[in-house]
């Protein structure tokens, strides 16, 4: 009997969130891209784009340009100029992203798209590992994501917002076109500001709608808001479907455009393989919280500091800390957790300390300038650039990780905190409820003394029962999100589709 080729469905998976560092959206975009390269009758590539810079031209999809073949120097110059302008701007990057909005614009107007280049990463396998992979995924991957195949998308990801928010004044938002003909699926990690190619389904990873439920909390509000919500409405409109990470941001997406229900689905976000209840050596946290103190923030800290910390190693018991982590931003609530952990060292705790993992976000200034006396004191730590490998080891000493933000689309922290064998206090949110279930303590993220208590609850010793059983909970809520349950979602998800490509060389969108 004669075997039946069985094409593969082509996905193209927008790269650009990992460019930004180790936060929760970057994280899902290096997670999603590894679970589906492991797919045999998947074969995806990644988007390499970026925020604000001009990419230099890529290869030719066809391999010749306009002059002919390129030759093997030249195509290397091509690709090595990429790198540099991913990761060095010029002044003269924003005169060229100008031009070419209005560029996109005329070429939409015509009819026309964006081709999409090549970028053989053959040769720059350290650079697309380090800057896009490396942190979220062990070196185990390498070989995986490396032997998968890139394009480049040349204009900034700004300037397409940009172009559609200038022509809406004109009367009609006009948005690039992609050509995308090459791909049955291109997923995005947000609201994405283009249209592509007829024969490909365009589907949004929807995270949260802060943008336009909370948008006191963001940056750039006016902007922040305006790119959100005209993106997001153009990807409603123009038939793409959407994979939330929690049933919670399918009801905000849900309610701000009803017409989006049926075309909306739940998939939770994937968490780290980096996480386990592994035992590791607590002697480590004082040189990880010396090595990973925040840079940009310099307090002038007590000359015996580092001595104190040494002590600490080689006394454990002493080094008790609440753990946080998350960017440094107003939504976050990093003041009332300070008030409450401030309470707690007053009243029964006077030898916790804190620790805060996070990058520093928009209005961090305040939040830094309360904790500075703490900081100065060496009672409070603010870490940065925390390695996977040295997070699962602070997870897993604290006496507790907190989450408590005001609003989240699924929140990391807590799931890699169970996983580790942490107890967790979280903020009386939906989202957190839903995804955390009855696995953490909850607390009024408004009241101080909600919270306080709540943290109580989880680190007093005369209620070591109830940790006990917050860390028993918490493996078995935290196996909801690891790889090999998330990952058969986006299988039965996506199965529609590639039945489509495997019944007809023509592919068409099966989803309706």
């Not at 780290?272 to 040189?287: C, F, K, L, Q, V």
């Not at 957190?432 to 607390?443: G, M």
């Not at 408004?446 to 918490?474: C, H, N």
Request: glycine share 6%.
């Amino acid at each position: 009997m004669t075997q039946i080729h069985k094409p593969p469905l082509r996905i193209l998976l927008e790269m650009r969130p990992a460019l930004g560092g180790h936060a929760g959206i970057p994280q899902a975009a290096r997670l999603l891209f590894r679970s589906l390269a492991l797919l045999d009758d998947v074969r995806i590539e990644g988007l390499l784009q970026t925020h604000e810079r001009v990419l230099s031209p890529g290869l030719p999809p066809g391999g010749t340009g306009w002059f002919g073949e390129l030759s093997t120097d030249q195509k290397l110059n091509r690709l090595g100029r990429v790198v540099i302008a991913i990761e060095q701007g010029t002044w003269a990057s924003h005169i060229h992203a100008t031009a070419l909005t209005i560029m996109m614009a005329v070429k939409h107007l015509l009819g026309g798209s964006q081709k999409l280049t090549l970028f053989d990463a053959r040769h720059f396998q350290d650079f697309v590992w380090r800057r896009f992979f490396a942190r979220t995924l062990p070196p185990e991957d390498f070989e995986l994501v490396m032997r998968s195949a890139f394009r480049i998308a040349r204009i900034p990801w700004n300037a397409m917002h940009i172009c559609g928010l200038v022509t809406r004044k004109m009367g009609y938002p006009l948005y690039p076109r992609l050509d995308t003909s090459d791909f049955d699926v291109m997923i995005a990690e947000t609201p994405y500001p283009a249209a592509v190619s007829k024969n490909t389904k365009l589907v949004i990873r929807y995270h949260d709608a802060i943008p336009l439920l909370m948008p006191h909390t963001i940056i750039d509000r006016r902007f922040h808001q305006a790119f959100h919500y005209r993106a997001l409405r153009k990807n409603v409109e123009s038939g793409a479907w959407f994979v939330c990470v929690s049933d919670a941001t399918r009801r905000d997406l849900i309610s701000v455009f009803p017409r989006a229900e049926e075309r909306s689905v739940t998939i939770h976000n994937m968490v780290s393989h980096h996480y386990t209840a592994e035992p590791s050596d607590a002697r480590r946290i004082p040189e990880i919280v010396r090595t990973r103190i925040n840079g940009k923030i310099k307090p002038r800290m007590e000359l015996s500091l580092a001595r104190r910390l040494l002590e600490d190693a080689a006394s454990v018991e002493t080094f008790d800390y609440l753990l946080v982590v998350s960017t440094i931003e107003p939504r976050k609530n990093h003041l009332a957790l300070l008030s409450a952990w401030e309470k707690l060292r007053v009243e029964r705790f006077p030898k916790l300390k804190m620790l805060i993992v996070g990058s520093l976000g928009w209005h961090h200034k305040q939040i830094v300038r309360k904790f500075q006396p703490w900081l100065e004191r060496g009672e409070a730590f603010l870490l940065s650039d925390v390695l996977a490998t040295e997070l699962r080891v602070l997870y897993s000493h604290a006496r507790a990780t907190v989450c408590p933000s005001f609003g989240e689309g699924f929140d990391f922290s807590g799931v890699e905190a169970m996983k580790c064998g942490s107890p967790v206090a979280a903020s009386d949110i939906p989202v957190h409820r839903e995804v955390f279930a009855d696995a953490a303590e909850y607390f009024n993220p408004y009241s101080v003394d909600s919270l306080a208590q709540a943290i109580q609850f989880v680190i007093d010793p005369a209620q070591s029962g109830r940790r006990e059983s917050l860390i028993a909970r918490g493996a078995v809520i935290a196996e909801r999100y690891a790889h090999d349950s998330i990952l058969p979602k986006w299988q039965s998800f996506l199965q529609p589709q590639a039945s489509v490509v495997r019944a007809t060389s023509t592919p068409s969108i099966a989803w309706t």
